[in-house]
């Protein structure tokens, strides 16, 4: 029995050994040693050129569908103005002071969507050390959409219009000076 014994304490030994031991063996090397070198870090001119495209990129982007934004505008200003002119007139059916109840909301939530936008915009090219240069001539497109929102909320669409163009112009100069 005390051959048992001994067998039975060796084998305990032999099994915390190897639980012991094992997570060391098995996790002690996770990560493959590679020998290659790493491909050479782009140069600063070459990052400052990238921002400097995907910024000019964004601002092309904003005056397109802007511009496109300012055209649906007039048309849905337009529509508007002449339907508020049949309501206070009480020629226009509920349904249609309904429609165009929404429409104004839509628009004005499309105005607000847009000045958050600048905002961004902004807050990009203040902060992107990069793009710091250019935003001197940037500032300001928060205020004017902001301003359009304004508008748009008091009933002055054509005014509100007006005001995205002093966006788009502001964008563009911003564009031109990235060039």
């Known amino acids: 029995m005390t051959g048992d014994f001994i067998t039975l304490i060796r084998t305990i030994a032999l099994l915390l ?6 997570p060391a063996a098995a996790f002690s090397q996770t990560r493959k ?23 000019a990129v964004r601002v092309a982007d904003h005056i397109k569908n802007l ?15 002449q339907t508020d002119a049949a309501i206070r007139a009480n020629q226009a059916s509920p349904a249609i002071v309904e429609q165009v109840r929404k429409n104004k909301a839509v628009v004005i939530s499309s105005l ?20 710091q240069r250019y935003y001197i001539k940037l500032a ?11 508008q748009a909320t008091a009933g002055k669409y ?3 219009g ?12 911003v564009l031109v000076e990235m060039r």
């Open 67 to 81: 511009t496109r934004f300012i055209y649906l505008l007039g048309g849905v200003a337009k529509g508007i103005e």
């Open 33 to 55: 040693r590679s020998t290659t070198k790493a491909p050479p870090a782009a140069s600063a001119a070459q990052k400052t050129a990238e921002v400097r495209r995907v910024a």
């Open 112 to 131: 607000r969507t847009w000045r958050e936008a600048m905002d961004k915009l902004e807050i990009d090219y203040r902060n992107t050390p990069d793009l």
């Open 140 to 150: 300001g497109v928060a205020s004017s959409a902001a301003a359009a929102e304004e």
């Open 158 to 160: 054509e005014q509100s």
């Open 17 to 22: 050994t190897i639980v012991a031991f094992s």
């Open 162 to 173: 007006r005001s995205l163009l002093e966006v788009v112009n502001r964008l563009t100069d």
